[in-house]
């Protein structure tokens, strides 16, 4: 079936380093994409999100930037800080009834002071 | 408002036994779901609810039963329970939104181990 991945498990950097998350989707039908952020013992919270009529989008600290050619996004963040580090997940879904989202395996962010 | 809670925090079964994990939202959202996820993967979608008294099949929906009669609850009801159903449980809930977001928030979890 068709799904979200990522391609680096685990990733780390140093303090007040931009950090570049990213994904592969296969749904070529998606046209909505959200990245959450789990922190250890929570549920995933919303960071960001862009829809497919968009190639880039910015929040405080976080630009998503989406390649609908090869079917790629990415999670940029600036200056990560130590409050970063946390697995974060890239989920996709389509405009369809039931709105569920199809997430990705993750990628553990750990930040180095 | 506390958003999504759920209920219980930890449990812990024996192969065989049943449950019932209780998911509430007090934001008046239309949509509910329950997702599991396991060690070093993503969430995978088991049940969801479009609105009040209806209920859907996601991915992984063997194995679960699930029940919307309050549009603030959604139950999420194990039989007889299976070692292959150790995981944490994350319910959600979303709403339309003028915005166009599909913004699901999340409760804190519940693990469950399956002995």
């Known amino acids: 079936g068709e799904s979200v991945g990522l391609h680096l498990p685990t990733l780390s950097v140093q303090e007040g380093d931009n950090s570049i998350i990213n994904c592969a989707y296969s749904?070529?039908?998606?046209?909505?994409f959200i990245w959450y952020k789990q922190e250890s013992g929570k549920g995933p919270q919303f960071i960001i999100d862009?829809?497919?009529?968009?190639d880039k989008r910015q929040g405080q600290r976080v630009t998503v930037l989406l390649n609908k050619t090869v079917k790629h996004l990415s999670l940029q963040i600036a200056a990560t800080q130590p409050g970063d580090s946390a697995v974060y997940f890239c989920?996709?879904?389509?405009?369809?009834?039931?709105?569920?989202?199809?997430f990705g395996s993750g990628t553990r962010l750990q930040v180095q002071p | 408002n506390a958003g999504v809670t759920q209920t219980p925090k930890f449990r812990v079964l024996k192969t065989g036994q049943s449950m019932t994990l209780l998911c509430a939202q007090d934001?008046?959202?239309?949509?509910m779901y329950w997702y599991r996820q396991d060690p070093g993967m993503g969430l995978r979608l088991i049940h969801y609810?479009?609105?009040?008294?209806?209920?859907a099949k996601g991915e992984v929906p063997d194995g679960y039963n699930v029940s919307r009669l309050k549009k603030q609850n959604f139950l999420l009801g194990l039989e007889s329970a299976a070692p292959s159903q150790t995981s944490v449980y994350f319910c959600?809930?979303?709403?339309?939104?003028?915005?166009?977001?599909?913004?699901?928030?999340f409760g804190p979890g519940t693990r469950l181990t399956v002995l």
């Open positions: 959600a809930s979303s709403t339309f939104g003028t915005s166009g977001r599909n913004e699901q928030f």
């Open positions: 749904n070529s039908a998606s046209d909505y």
């Open positions: 862009i829809r497919s009529n968009m």
């Open positions: 989920a996709e879904s389509m405009d369809t009834g039931r709105r569920a989202l199809t």
């Open positions: 934001m008046n959202h239309e949509y």
């Open positions: 609810s479009v609105g009040e008294g209806t209920t």
